[in-house]
């Protein structure tokens, strides 16, 4: 009977300790899911929080909101005038665009938006704040550059925009941050005139060198890539838009080099590791270009 007794003490200590069990594990299932739905509504709170002005803006227009780019020239003449003489009208102008991204309104909002609401609400670039400025042209630039790569950049980082260095309207303030009116960083040492590049405020030269002063007097040194004589320009080594398939297509520094240098592009029997990509730098490891 003891032992009887015993048994059925034990196998009742056993179903209590699987119904607790069975309770410990429901509560921690509930919380699991408790936490992946806390954890869901914060992302997606973040993502709309996340999202820029100009998402914003497009999110809520209507296709009635969008006038068509002859209504902003009743308001806008000269600026409508001069911006059909922009290549990048040629782009804007395509009929199978959608609303969003075509005309005036592809790139500054929805005209009805604009003109009837008591706090009207446009895209200004050069007064938004640069990661706004940045947004709105990545919404159809994102072949360039992805809004997350352009995030990790330098550029980006540093609070430059897409318009610290490109102008859209050919009539907009030709002036460039940093440089006093009618100055030229690259003083005497630079002998050639360099012709803008389409939709670029200023030559590559005066443009990079209006926040990379120190590069530009490094140019004055006796040895020197000649881009004071006109012959290179900055994105010859450098890329703006450091997308993944930009990096994949470059390779490494021996490729940029042997674009102009062909004689050091080999193959050698014996090369300099670094330069065979083993290590270090490739050619700056002995080379400052």
């Given amino acids: 009977m003891r032992r009887a007794s015993r048994d059925q003490g034990n196998m009742n200590q056993t179903g209590e300790k699987r119904r607790v069990s069975g309770f410990v594990k429901f509560q921690t299932l509930l919380l699991i899911i408790g936490l992946s739905l806390l954890s869901y509504s914060l992302v997606h709170a973040d993502q709309k929080s996340s999202k820029s002005q100009a ?21 806008h003449e000269a600026k409508a005038t001069k911006f059909s003489q922009s290549p990048h009208a040629m782009f804007m102008s395509n009929a199978n665009l959608p609303d969003g991204k075509r005309g005036c309104e592809g790139c500054h909002g929805p005209g009805k938006l604009h003109t009837t609401e008591n706090d009207p609400e446009v895209i200004s670039f050069r007064k938004m704040d640069p990661k706004e400025a940045s947004a709105a042209c990545l919404r159809c630039h994102e072949k360039t550059l992805t809004v997350s790569h352009w995030k990790r950049t330098e550029h980006a980082q540093a609070n430059v925009s897409c318009v610290s260095c490109h102008q859209i ?15 030229d960083p690259r003083s005497f040492a630079f002998t050639a005139k360099v012709d803008t590049k389409a939709m670029l405020r200023a030559d590559e030269a005066t ?10 007097g490094e140019f004055r040194n006796a040895n020197h890539h000649p881009v004071p004589e006109g012959t290179m320009v900055c994105s010859d080594c450098h ?3 450091p997308s993944k398939a930009e990096k994949a297509k470059l390779g490494g520094f021996k490729d940029v080099c042997t674009t102009c240098h062909t004689e050091k592009a ?3 029997v014996y090369e300099h590791d670094p330069v065979a990509g083993f290590s270090s730098e490739g050619c700056k490891e002995c080379h400052r270009p």
């Fill in 207 to 216: 443009l990079c060198g209006s926040c990379h002063p120190s590069s530009i």
């Fill in 55 to 75: 998402d914003k803006l497009f999110a809520r227009a209507t296709k009635d909101d969008f006038t068509g780019s002859s209504a902003c020239a009743e308001c």
């Fill in 266 to 268: 080999g193959p050698f």
């Fill in 169 to 183: 309207h050919p009539d907009s303030d030709p002036e460039i941050k940093g440089l006093k009116k009618n100055a």
């Fill in 239 to 241: 890329n703006a838009h």
